[in-house]
């Protein structure tokens, strides 16, 4: 019984490693649709092309995210922005956008 639970745990984390892999290939996607949209001006459609895709749903299943158009008009949102993700996922940008709608609310 030792062993099956140990081999679970383990299968577990190989699990949640490869879903971080993959989580990072759609944060790597989103950093090039950002800089095409700002070198070419078609981020949103280049993201939403490739998460349409083939190879770009099975990318966001196996990040655990499900790949369904509200999802493909989030990613492209994000794209317009033009935030970068290493920037959009740090604390200072956290504050400075809950600092901006705690304005915005008042």
């Known amino acids: 019984m030792r062993d099956f639970v140990d081999g679970t745990a383990f299968n ?6 490869a879903r971080k892999l993959f ?9 090039d649709a950002i800089a095409d949209d700002k ?4 981020g949103p459609e280049q993201i939403a092309r490739w998460a349409r895709s083939r190879d770009g749903r099975e990318v966001l299943s196996c990040a655990g995210i499900d790949p369904n158009e509200r999802v ?3 990613l492209m949102e994000f794209v317009g922005r033009g935030v ?3 920037v959009a996922l740090s604390r200072e940008e956290s504050e400075r ?3 901006a709608q705690q ?3 008042a």
């Open 12 to 17: 577990n984390e190989q699990g949640n490693r």
């Open 97 to 99: 956008r809950n600092a």
């Open 72 to 74: 493909v008009s989030g």
């Open 39 to 42: 070198k070419y001006g078609n």
């Open 23 to 31: 989580a990072a290939v759609v944060l790597a996607a989103l950093d």
């Open 84 to 86: 970068r993700t290493s």
């Open 103 to 105: 304005a915005e609310a």
